[in-house]
């Protein structure tokens, strides 16, 4: 019988599986959508940083994570023969005026620290990466890269059923729970406890077929243009938290579309073939929420990535399997499911 059974077969239960698993332990996968059928069934899959400065444990974890990030991916393809479509591509980010460009070049210096001389934030012109920008400055880093949230749900699955893990609609508990249900736990938690502890954030996304495979990916005003191996350019999101339908698209989403032709002129003329909507939880940490379950005794709770849930669930999985297969608890009190009660 497992040892486990994590409920949610998305980015982040699935990545607790699979630590779970590489450290000998026996678990199963239970989740009625099936594989990636939440956010991490989205499309964009920006594995960006934040900005290197005013360092704490949230960025200092998630550096951790990125710069593994090629090493745990190469090995998860090699296991389940999928490709999750990880590539460490870059990113620009065009300089809106003097003042930023001022405060882009001091964060080049604080990067050569924080990022431990790995990888570079530097200042380029923005004709040399054939994009639009106010300064006709960008930023450039290397640490940032992209995967294919699909296709990385996939892959993780692959690899765990190689290594005998089923993945399953519906099964008993068996063994130790762990709750990977993303933003229906936050409202099930919420409803439990009288008070919000997170919420669903809508996020609407398009992808245009533009083959842009060798470029660094883009982030302008809040938006990502996130180039994929496949030929396609995936843009996003919106951030909706009010909203009737979770998983339809409106008019809110052309004006992304807009601007990312805009800052981007290849994209210009590219078609958009697919339009989509989630949900991604929010825990009110606005930090991943790890450790026991704070309304299911006996069970834990692996949640509220929202934006930098892909990046961040390697981490979040790392914590969770050291804390249940080896009793230490490295968890940051940020990240402690009580942070957000």
């Not at 779970?20 to 199963?28: K, M, N, S, T, Y």
């Not at 989205?42 to 994570?65: C, S, T, Y």
């Not at 990046?311 to 979040?316: D, G, N, T, Y």
């Amino acid at each position: 019988m497992p040892d486990f059974t994590i409920r949610g077969a998305g980015i982040t239960g699935l990545m607790c599986a699979w630590h779970l698993v590489q450290r000998g332990a026996r678990v199963q996968v239970v989740d009625p959508g099936g594989i990636g059928a939440g956010a991490s069934g989205g499309i964009v899959g920006a594995l960006a940083p934040h900005v290197p400065e005013n360092w704490n444990d949230k960025k200092a974890m998630q550096f951790r994570a990125l710069d593994q990030a090629e090493a745990l991916w190469a090995d998860i393809a090699a296991t389940g023969g999928a490709d999750p479509g990880y590539g460490r591509t870059g990113r620009v980010q065009p300089i809106a005026d003097d003042a930023a460009a001022a405060l882009a070049h001091l964060r080049a210096e604080t990067a050569k620290d924080l990022w431990q001389g790995h990888y570079i934030w530097t200042v380029k012109r923005a004709v040399d990466f054939g994009l639009s920008s106010p300064t006709g400055l960008v930023i450039f880093d290397t640490l940032t890269a992209r995967i294919h949230p699909r296709r990385a749900c996939h892959a993780l699955a692959m690899a765990l059923q190689s290594r005998g893990v089923e993945i399953l609609p519906d099964e008993p508990t068996k063994g130790v729970e762990v709750w990977a249900t993303g933003a229906a736990d936050l409202l099930e938690i919420s409803e439990a406890l009288g008070k919000s502890i997170g919420a669903p954030i809508k996020g609407q996304a398009a992808l245009l077929r533009a083959d842009l495979k060798s470029a660094p990916q883009i982030f302008a005003d809040g938006l990502h243009i996130v180039p994929h191996a496949d030929g396609t350019v995936a843009l996003g999101s919106t951030t909706e938290r009010v909203f009737d339908n979770p998983t339809s698209t409106d008019a809110q989403l052309d004006p992304l579309i807009a601007q990312a032709r805009a800052v981007c002129p290849q994209l210009t003329e590219a078609p958009v073939i697919q339009r989509w909507a989630g949900l991604r939880p929010r825990a009110r940490s606005r930090a991943p929420m790890v450790g026991p379950h704070p309304t299911r005794p006996g069970a834990y709770i692996a949640n509220g990535g929202f934006k930098i849930g892909l990046a961040m669930a390697p981490i979040v999985a790392e914590m969770l399997a050291d804390l249940l297969l080896e009793g230490v608890d490295a968890i940051p009190d940020n990240f402690r499911p009580e942070a957000s009660l």
